[in-house]
Structures are given as structure tokens and as C-alpha cells.
């Protein structure tokens, strides 16, 4: 479709659309998005990922095993870097809090908190991801769970297991997506300064709602009891430090270095980091993990079912409630895959607070990162081919 979407969405404020546009550009290997330029006049299916976007499952596949020989190779060592928390009882691991810095933090100076104050402007598209994503997305992926984990697989699974994967899978499905989305965005031709308004505010909401819907979920679909005190460090140390970090070096480097420096040169710069950190962190992950890979490859199967479900559950849901409230498909797509995306950084870091670095909820957030890439390239393609059902909204 030729049309350019500057025609078919209302205009942001300048800045914001300028802001919009350097955040995706960050987040998509360089790739500015415009609503004026010819690359977005482009059908969504000829755009393409990064190479580490891309092949970001192989990758994972890569660390897992290295992390699983690792882990094997080296128990010694890797029980050293289990038990190494920040305080004794906080259940923080000190590898696993810098790494998710390292990844978290440049992805939070990427985005501009400023963009919430237009939130108001097309109100349908944003409230309706809200609604999925805080009130619809923890409480079926619960259900899911706990239909899956006690009686669909109930043969295979014990109930120990069962209870921790239940609260690893609601982990991950109550921490929304955050600088992915704007990579699936991108995709989907999607509206860039609506995408970083629907970010900015979820990454705020987690700050108050992530802390009780976990705990309340977790103890209500499992056996487990959740330590409000561990949860609480948990939400510091891996939300608002990231976050609060992110705020201010975006805040004090463009103020001494001013805004094209900040996006041009010194968020290029970081991209890398949050990539290595990221493959590290799995590595890590991975061989905290390998006695439950290698003795439970089948339980990882299993998991990666509810996780399936949940996402095109959630999707199609926001999807169709996008049409029938007659979103723009540039609003609607960036919304269904927002509710369908976790921010698995924090769900792993997370349940490893929670449950320890070799627990089955741990394992379940993992799975989470194994299967997030191809799934949501598929619900990416299948918007861009039903672009023609909100051909009528504009």
C-alpha cells in the first residue's frame, strides 16, 4: 500500500514525533522511521530486522548451551555466582542485577517519559492496550497456567514443578514489553510516536501494579507464597534504578551535549552493551539452569505451550478489539503485539529473586526468551497481511 501515513493519523506535536522517530531509529539498528519518508510508503513486509534481531532465537540457542556446559564443566564456580547476593536474605543476584543494568538502563534512556503528556489525544488505542495488558494479560496467562500445569499436563509434571512454573509464567506475562515493541512497531508500520506514548506509560504502571499482580497471582494459582520483602527489592532494584537511571543521563546528556549527539552518536554506541549484557546474562542463566534442562528437556517443551496459547490469545484479543472499535491499523498493530510481548529481562531477573537461580518458575521465564523472536514475527506477519480489515479507519 502506497499511502503515506501522515494522511491517515492525526499529527502529533513536533517534538514528540521527532522523539518518537529517534527512539525507534535506536531501537532498530539505525533505521530512521518518518511518517514522510518513502520507507514507510514501503509495504511492512519488505522491512527487515537487524542481524542480531533477526537470529535472536539462535542466539539464545547458543547460550543455552554454553550455558548448560558451563554449568556442568564448572558447578563450583557457577554455585559461587548463585549465591552472591547484594545483602544476605535479599535473594538478589549480583551478576544477574548488573547485567540486567547494563541491559536495561540504555534501553531506558531511549525512551522519552515527556511523550505521556499527549496521551490523550487518541485515547481508544491506548486504553485498550492498558486494559490487556493489566487486566487481561497476568489473569489468563494464571489461567492458562494452572489449567496446563495441573491437569493438561498433570501426568508429566509433579506438583512441586507445576506450582513453580505457574509462577514463573505469571511473572513474565504481568512485565509488558518495553524496547522490543518499538523493533515489532517498526515491522508493522506502526505509529512511532504512539508506540513510544504506549511504552512510556507501561514501563510507569509496573513501578505500582507489577509488585501486588504478581504476588496476588502466585499465591492464588499456586501453593507458593511470594516474600512481599523480596518482591519489594525486586521492583528497586531491577525497575526503579534502571528507570530512574535512565531518566537522568538522557535528561544530563542532551543537556550537555544536546539532543542529535545523544541519539546519533552516544545510543549507538550503547546498543552494544545491552546486547552482550543480554547474552551474558543468558549464558549465566542458562547454567544456573542445567541440572533442569538436561534432566527436564521435556518439561521445557511443556512450558513453551501456555506461553504459546497466552500470546496469540492476547494478541488476536487486542487485535479484534482494535477493529471493532475502529483503531487505525498503525495504532492497532503496535497494540496487539504490546500485549502479546513480556519484558523477559526483568521476569527472569525476577523469579531468580523470588525462587533462585535454579528454580523451575526461573525456568519458565527462560523459555519465555527462547520462543519470544519467532512467535512475535508471526503475529507481525499476520497483521501486516489483514492490513486491509481497518482499510476504513483513519
Not at 74 to 97: H, M, T, Y
Not at 277 to 290: G, K, M
Request: glycine share 6%.
Amino acid at each position: 500500500m502506497n499511502r503515506d501515513i501522515s494522511s491517515r493519523v492525526p499529527e502529533y506535536p513536533e517534538e514528540l514525533t521527532n522523539n518518537a522517530h529517534s527512539s525507534s531509529d535506536s531501537l532498530t539498528g539505525g533505521r530512521t522511521i518518518k511518517p514522510d519518508s518513502t520507507e514507510t510508503t514501503c509495504r511492512a513486509d519488505v522491512k527487515r530486522l537487524n542481524f542480531f534481531e533477526r537470529y535472536l532465537t539462535v542466539w539464545v540457542g547458543l547460550c543455552m548451551i554454553a550455558g548448560v556446559l558451563l554449568g556442568k564443566a564448572l558447578p563450583d564456580f557457577i554455585n559461587v555466582c548463585r549465591e552472591w547476593e547484594f545483602v544476605k536474605g535479599s535473594q538478589i543476584n549480583v551478576p544477574i542485577a548488573v547485567l540486567i543494568w547494563l541491559m536495561i538502563i540504555p534501553m531506558m534512556m531511549k525512551v522519552d517519559f515527556a511523550a505521556i503528556k499527549n496521551v490523550g489525544r487518541r485515547p481508544k488505542g491506548l486504553l485498550i492496550t492498558l486494559f490487556i495488558n493489566w487486566v487481561v494479560k497476568p489473569f489468563s496467562m494464571a489461567l492458562w497456567a494452572w489449567l496446563f500445569f495441573r491437569y493438561v499436563f498433570g501426568y508429566w509434571i509433579n506438583p512441586d514443578d507445576a506450582n513453580q512454573y505457574i509462577a514463573g509464567t505469571i511473572i513474565l506475562a504481568a512485565a509488558p514489553c518495553t524496547a522490543m515493541v518499538f523493533v515489532w512497531s517498526y515491522l508493522t508500520e506502526g505509529d512511532p510516536a504512539y508506540t513510544l506514548v504506549q511504552v512510556s506509560l507501561n514501563d510507569l504502571i509496573m513501578l505500582v501494579l507489577f509488585a501486588p499482580i504478581v504476588r496476588f497471582l502466585v499465591s492464588g494459582a499456586s501453593s507458593l507464597q511470594v516474600p512481599f520483602q523480596v518482591l519489594f527489592y525486586s521492583v528497586v532494584v531491577f525497575i526503579v534504578i534502571p528507570l530512574t537511571a535512565g531518566i537522568i543521563l538522557r535528561r544530563v546528556f542532551i543537556t550537555s551535549r544536546g539532543q542529535e549527539w545523544f541519539e546519533k552518536v552516544l545510543l549507538p554506541q550503547l546498543a552494544p552493551v545491552s546486547m552482550v549484557a543480554l547474552l551474558v546474562t543468558l549464558v549465566l542463566i542458562f547454567a544456573f539452569q542445567a541440572d533442569n534442562i538436561t534432566n527436564k528437556f521435556w518439561h521445557v517443551v511443556l512450558i513453551a505451550i501456555p506461553i504459546l496459547v497466552q500470546v496469540y490469545f492476547n494478541s488476536s484479543l487486542t487485535y479484534a478489539l482494535m477493529w471493532l472499535f475502529r483503531v487505525p491499523h498503525n495504532v492497532a498493530a503496535p497494540g496487539a503485539l504490546i500485549g502479546a510481548s513480556n519484558f523477559f529481562e526483568l521476569a527472569v531477573a525476577t523469579a531468580i529473586a523470588l525462587f533462585g537461580p535454579g528454580s523451575g518458575a526461573a525456568l519458565a521465564t527462560v523459555v519465555g526468551v527462547l520462543i519470544e523472536v519467532p512467535v512475535m514475527l508471526s503475529v507481525c506477519s499476520f497483521c501486516n497481511r489483514t492490513r486491509h480489515w481497518f482499510a476504513a479507519y483513519r
